[in-house]
């Protein structure tokens, strides 16, 4: 077997049989997205050598599996015209609403033509093949001008679309589908090209390395438009994962300021608890509402007097500006948790951030900070200064449902 056929083909054909799961009930561009890849996948097949041969055998009319890998070649141009129509949502224009007969009136061209076409004897490639030249030149205009005409009409809807869409996963799944409109351009020149160069007498070419090219451009526009059509899911999932991940990190500062403001949290519904994103925003807009509500217990003071200790320990730059937060932070909880009354009549934190990735950023690294050593011995220095009984750490609160 050709390497196309080890590479290209099971994966079709895997994907082909994915996405036979709920058909039925599935939308109109997926229906078509679905019969786009089944067309590709028994073309595939049916190019296959040893298949090829033991169809030619069975209909006993040689190099006889050319016509359909043709013919379903032109009804995979037409899903795929017919798929971005439906997803991105345009009106249907002269070609769309001519795609049926169009595709109709070729198909039976190329039958008709195959039918009185000189073939060759073995299962060679039609397009390869030495046979009569005048007609093989009818055949494949025939083909290449449908399925440029299909292509064409697709990469007008992928710019078209790809303009308008939002910045982000959708625009790039866009440029990627304009690179499989490319490839499947490049495809329709490189055997026209070929075409031509029979038809003026050029035999210069090497027909294996043209079959190869071929394959080349296929399995690029196939990879392209998978890439195409999972990059959002990729994106999304992607997207799950970092808010997972921030959810993690920043849930013990959450919990660590909870156990002192519980008046703060907000009871999240259920069905919104499946969204990690969602829940590092509670998380986020909840840490400041505490540090608000904290704030009566660091004046000015208590921070010059947490840098002094903590730059002592060694901290320096970023560093130092974390650990003195993360140290603050839980002195005011130890404080509030004592009964401590407020000591700053004014406002003195600074909460929030322009950038929202940074800020859940700097919570993150506040969050790991709180456990330090040299965090945990300036956190009881401040609250022996202040005259606040200290224990071993700070407390531990009970756990809430919505926390992912």
């Not at 049916?46 to 016509?67: K, T």
């Not at 055997?191 to 210069?204: D, F, I, K, P």
């Not at 009871?267 to 704030?295: C, F, H, M």
Request: hydrophobic share 50%; net charge positive.
């Amino acid at each position: 077997m050709r390497p196309f056929d080890l590479v290209v083909v099971p994966p079709v054909w895997l994907i082909t049989l994915w996405k036979l799961r709920g058909l039925r009930t599935a939308p109109l561009h997926s229906r078509a997205l679905w019969a786009m890849w089944a067309l590709c996948a028994i073309s595939f097949t049916i190019g296959v050598p040893d298949v090829r041969r033991m169809i030619d055998n069975l209909v006993g009319m040689p190099s006889f599996a050319n016509l359909p890998v043709a013919i379903l070649s032109l009804c995979a141009a037409t899903a795929f015209f017919e798929f971005l129509r439906e997803v991105t949502g345009s009106t249907p224009g002269r070609l769309a609403r001519a795609r049926w007969p169009l595709l109709a009136a070729s198909a039976i061209g190329l039958t008709i033509t195959f039918l009185v076409l000189k073939r060759p004897e073995d299962d060679a490639d039609l397009l390869t093949a030495d046979v009569n030249a005048p007609l093989a030149g009818v055949y494949w205009t025939i083909f290449l001008t449908y399925v440029s005409g299909a292509i064409g009409g697709c990469a007008r809807l992928v710019l078209r679309y790809g303009r308008h869409a939002s910045p982000g996963p959708l625009r790039t799944s866009m440029r990627f589908l304009s690179g499989t409109c490319g490839f499947g351009l490049l495809y329709v020149v490189h055997r026209l090209a070929y075409v031509v160069a029979n038809e003026l007498g050029w035999r210069g070419l090497n027909s294996s390395a043209v079959v190869a090219t071929s394959q080349v451009l296929l399995t690029c526009a196939l990879l392209l438009f998978v890439l195409g059509m999972t990059w959002p899911s990729l994106a999304e999932q992607a997207r799950r994962y970092r808010a997972r991940r921030d959810a993690r990190t920043i849930r013990p500062l959450w919990e660590l300021l909870r156990s002192a403001t519980p008046e703060v949290v907000l009871a999240l519904p259920a069905e919104l608890q499946r969204d990690p994103g969602l829940v590092v925003y509670r998380y986020v807009i909840e840490v400041r509402d505490s540090i608000l509500a904290l704030d009566g217990h660091l004046p000015p003071r208590r921070r010059a007097a947490a840098v002094e200790l903590l730059t002592k320990a060694g901290l320096a730059g970023e560093e130092l500006a974390v650990a003195v937060e993360a140290a603050l932070l839980c002195f005011a909880v130890r404080a509030e948790l004592t009964g401590a009354p407020p000591q700053n009549a004014e406002q003195t934190q600074v909460v929030g951030m322009a950038d929202f990735g940074a800020e859940i950023a700097w919570f993150r690294r506040v969050a790991a900070m709180t456990h330090e050593p040299a965090v945990a011995s300036a956190v009881r220095t401040l609250c022996l200064t202040a005259g606040i009984t200290t224990d071993d750490g700070p407390p531990v609160p009970e756990p809430v449902s919505w926390a992912p």
